[in-house]
């Protein structure tokens, strides 16, 4: 498809803290997006925090200490004749993210969710790859804080194990895939989730992701608008 490049794009965030009350804690952030000049990406996120809450008298309270990670692996189908890999193996505490304050306290912070993705795919035609996914997630929570004062009804049906398949199509029409300028990569999924490996909810979803590249003029310098259209 003409759009594999020699070129490596790393980059990687880190941060560490220490204190008495939670110890060593900090997250590491690493990505390639081209593997030894292969198109493979590659991805490791790694953190330790402490769910400190911060009080109403500007006390903080100290919460539960929690590590997640997330690790990557994809391989594109470049053209035709290759197939389409990607592997996730994640065990996260919701978004990768701490919270400051009351008011952006919720229950979904506390949700924990292990798991793996995996999906296999070919290209089809010049700029297509369509792909099939599997996905299994063992969810639950945390120790919810009384002032969130989840239902019973809410902590009961809280822990679940969702086994999903599914399909994607991707619509690949970028100038370039490390940094476009101009151009599309559209994404649409399909997924039913049910009581095969072991799942315990059933539900179907539908997602889109759409975006486009467009430079203000033809210059090479010209600034490009990037527009994102997601919805599900």
Not at 132 to 160: H, K, M, W
Request: charged share 20%; with cysteine.
């Amino acid at each position: 498809r003409g759009k594999k490049s020699a070129s490596c794009f790393s980059t990687i965030a880190a941060a560490a803290g220490f204190d008495e009350a939670t110890g060593l804690v900090g997250f590491v952030d690493f990505s390639e997006n081209n593997v030894a000049g292969t198109a493979h990406r590659a991805q490791v996120l790694w953190q330790r925090n402490s769910t400190a809450r911060l009080l109403d008298n500007g006390d903080f309270e100290l919460g539960r200490i929690r590590s997640a990670y997330l690790v990557s692996y994809d391989v594109p189908a470049v053209n035709n004749r290759e197939t389409a890999l990607g592997l996730q193996v994640y065990d996260t505490n919701t978004v990768f993210l701490p919270f400051f304050a009351n008011n952006q306290d919720n229950l979904r912070n506390y949700e924990i969710r292990r798991g793996a993705k995996a999906r296999v795919g070919k290209a089809w035609g010049r700029n297509a790859t369509v792909y099939l996914t599997a996905r299994r997630d063992d969810v639950g929570y945390d120790p919810i804080p009384a002032n969130l004062a989840p239902s019973a009804i809410e902590l009961f049906n809280a822990d679940a194990t969702v086994a999903a398949l599914g399909a994607s199509l991707q619509l690949d029409g970028r100038d370039d895939i490390f940094n476009p300028r101009r151009g599309y990569f559209h994404t649409v999924s399909y997924e039913r989730a049910g009581t095969f490996l072991g799942g315990t909810r059933a539900f179907a979803g539908l997602n889109a992701d759409l975006r486009s590249y467009t430079p203000f003029n033809a210059s090479k310098q010209s600034p490009v608008l990037a527009v994102r259209l997601m919805g599900g």
